[in-house]
């Protein structure tokens, strides 16, 4: 039986909380990246602020913080990055971008099960899907798993805690599993 999970937003799946985010409040520190490098800042000290509504919780502020160091992993190179919530403490993970794949790794909260969360790929056309494997080996907990990408929008403006973001790809993400 194969069961679907929607991913309600990328960075609340990095650190597995089961949460949905609101807009972000955006970072003004840091020069960030640019399109050809990266589709996120990537300076030392940038950050990133969500506020989580997790169903059931208090709200919860959840702080994404680029360290300035990086870490290659099974031959890509990582920039290490930081998640602070008020909630569950300060946890490291990584942001990679190369190939035309966008990628955020960590361990999971629960389990210490690392994720390797595929959340764009930027040659994929508006309406169509991507696959990648949610770990280095596929399994979730010895569970052949997948994500699944689709880009829901390309090319598009999104304003944004009054700032407004141009060329932005819009994805939505489900990760699924069979058991």
């Given at each position: ?28 520190s840091g020069s960030g990246g640019t399109k050809s490098d990266s589709y996120m800042p990537l ?22 913080r680029v360290t300035g160091e990086t870490s290659t992993v099974n031959g ?104």
């Open positions: 039986m194969k069961k679907q999970t929607l991913i309600l937003i990328t960075l609340a799946a990095l650190f597995t909380q089961s949460c949905k985010l609101d807009a972000p409040d955006i970072a003004t300076t030392s000290g940038s950050y990133w602020t969500y506020n989580n509504v997790i169903t059931g919780t208090a709200p919860d502020t959840l702080t994404i890509k190179l990582y920039h290490n990055i930081t998640s602070t919530s008020k909630a569950h403490g300060s946890t490291a993970g990584l942001y990679y971008y190369g190939n035309h794949i966008a990628v955020l790794r960590a361990n999971t909260i629960v389990n210490g099960l690392t994720l390797d969360f595929q959340f764009l790929n930027d040659t994929t056309a508006v309406g169509h899907t991507w696959t990648a494997k949610p770990t280095d080996s596929g399994l979730i907990n010895g569970i052949p798993g997948r994500l699944t990408g689709k880009v829901i929008e390309k090319g598009v403006s999104k304003t944004i805690g009054g700032h407004t973001f141009t060329d932005v790809i819009n994805t939505q993400i489900d990760l699924e599993y069979d058991y």
